[in-house]
């Protein structure tokens, strides 16, 4: 039974369209991530959540938003999309040691490929 | 700007040696740092973490060093496996913002038989 599950893991689209990928997690975590991996393989953290309360934003473009139903999904959407956007996204989760503190074990989904065309 | 660096995109060791993979960083606010294996198709995976107040930590054939004066970190790999080959991704984080990861570019290692 996969921990963290992103679907799609593969999704290729033309530029200007909107598309979601989808995570959740059945590991009981009150926190979750969306990591960015782009052509340089550089692993960047773009958002995070924990009991569904924005958190983290890394300057990301407000084309992309995140959703958080609950703990254990976040969502990921992105609007009118461009070619730079190509990229795998991870989805993590991880549990709060105490006190707000992290340890910064995440758990990682598989990644879902996004090539933008 | 890039605050941990990998300077060494691959590696590649004979089985039963030792793998040593580098890391060096940028931000002397960095107290916390974490090895991730990743293999293809698949996310990254925690392998190791070392807080700042040490200088060593170990783990089965897994052992990470930090030289917090060089700001730099390594990750030992004693013996080597062939299931070790892996891409390795260092990360760091501050003080209490430790679901916050920074990570390098990770480094691809390849252990032959």
């Known amino acids: 039974d996969t921990a963290v599950s992103q679907t799609p893991k593969y999704l290729v689209t033309q530029m200007g369209n909107d598309k979601s990928i989808k995570c959740e997690q059945n590991?009981?975590?009150?926190?979750m991530y969306w990591y960015k991996q782009d052509s340089k393989k550089f692993l960047k953290i773009m958002f995070s959540?924990?009991?569904?309360?924005?958190?983290i934003n890394e300057t990301v473009p407000n084309r992309f938003s995140p959703k958080s139903p609950d703990k254990a999904h976040l969502n990921l959407h992105i609007n009118s999309l461009e070619l730079g956007d190509s990229a795998v996204y991870f989805c993590?989760?991880?549990?709060?040691?105490?006190?707000?503190?992290?340890?910064?074990?995440?758990?990682f989904g598989e990644g879902s490929r996004l090539t933008v065309l | 700007d890039q605050q941990v660096k990998q300077n060494s995109p691959s590696l590649s060791v004979q089985e039963g040696r030792i793998s040593i993979l580098n890391c060096d960083y940028t931000n002397s606010m960095f107290d916390y740092f974490l090895w991730y294996k990743k293999y293809p198709a698949e996310g990254p995976t925690f392998l190791i973490s070392i807080s700042s107040i040490k200088d060593k930590n170990e783990d089965g054939r897994f052992t990470v060093f930090l030289n917090k004066s060089a700001k730099h970190l390594s990750l030992h790999i004693v013996p080597s496996q062939p299931g070790d080959s892996a891409v390795y991704f260092c990360a760091a984080s501050v003080a209490g913002t430790a679901s916050k990861l920074t990570f390098g570019t990770g480094t691809r290692l390849q252990v032959t038989l």
């Open positions: 993590a989760s991880s549990q709060e040691a105490g006190q707000g503190w992290h340890t910064g074990e995440l758990f």
């Open positions: 959540y924990n009991n569904k309360e924005l958190i």
């Open positions: 590991l009981g975590h009150d926190t």
